[in-house]
Each structure stands twice: as structure tokens, then as C-alpha cells.
Nanobody, 115 residues
């Protein structure tokens, strides 16, 4: 069955860095666009970054220049390198796989930016 398992979340101080990883299985990973979303308490889920099957990327305005998404089709993983973290980056981060109308979500990983 389809599985998306996020890892790498945790507590980090403002200005610090974290690298999230999403391990995928159960589908043809290389054919899917992969995205990272986040949801903070009381807020709607928002797109953080997206990488297509041909590795084109797109970023949310609030993370441009600070976050980098990448994928490894040999390992079936998609990573999110997060630098210069701010308290407002605190949220649960979710991995999403998309192929036309098919969408799969991971269970999420908590990122907390606080001193």
C-alpha cells in the first residue's frame, strides 16, 4: 500500500536549520509531483514547496530563499532543507504525492522554532 513517512522534525532555535525527509513506497515515485505542506494551530494547511516529476520547483512566498526542496528518485525520497528558521515556521509539516487526481498524504512531523 501507499506510504509516506516524514522524519527530521524537532525543536530548533530561531535562525537554525532542519532537514525534513519523506520516504515513499507503494507507488511509482518518479512519476509523481511531491510537495511539502504545513499547518500551524488554528490556521489552514498551506503549500511550502513542490517539486514535479521533472524536478521543477515552486515555493511559497514565506519560505522563498530559505527552504530548498529536492528529490532522489533512486531512493524514493523527497527532502526539505529549511534554513534561517523563524518562530512563524512552527507547524506540522506534511509530505504529499500527486499524480493527476491521485493524492496521498503522510502523517506529518512537528517542527517547532523557539528559543
Amino acid at each position: 500500500q501507499v506510504q509516506l513517512v516524514e522524519s527530521g522534525g524537532g525543536l530548533v532555535q530561531p535562525g537554525g536549520s532542519l532537514r525534513l525527509s519523506c520516504a515513499a513506497s507503494g507507488f511509482t515515485f518518479s512519476s509523481y509531483a511531491m510537495s511539502w505542506y504545513r499547518q500551524a494551530p488554528g490556521k489552514e494547511r498551506e503549500l511550502v514547496a513542490r517539486i514535479t516529476s521533472d524536478s521543477s520547483t515552486l515555493y511559497g512566498d514565506s519560505v522563498k530563499g530559505r527552504f530548498t526542496i529536492s528529490r532522489d528518485n533512486a531512493k524514493n525520497t523527497v527532502d526539505l532543507q529549511m534554513n534561517s528558521l523563524k518562530p512563524e515556521d512552527t507547524a506540522v509539516y506534511y509530505c504529499k504525492a500527486t499524480y493527476f487526481v491521485l493524492n496521498y498524504w503522510g502523517q506529518g512531523t512537528q517542527v517547532t522554532v523557539s528559543s
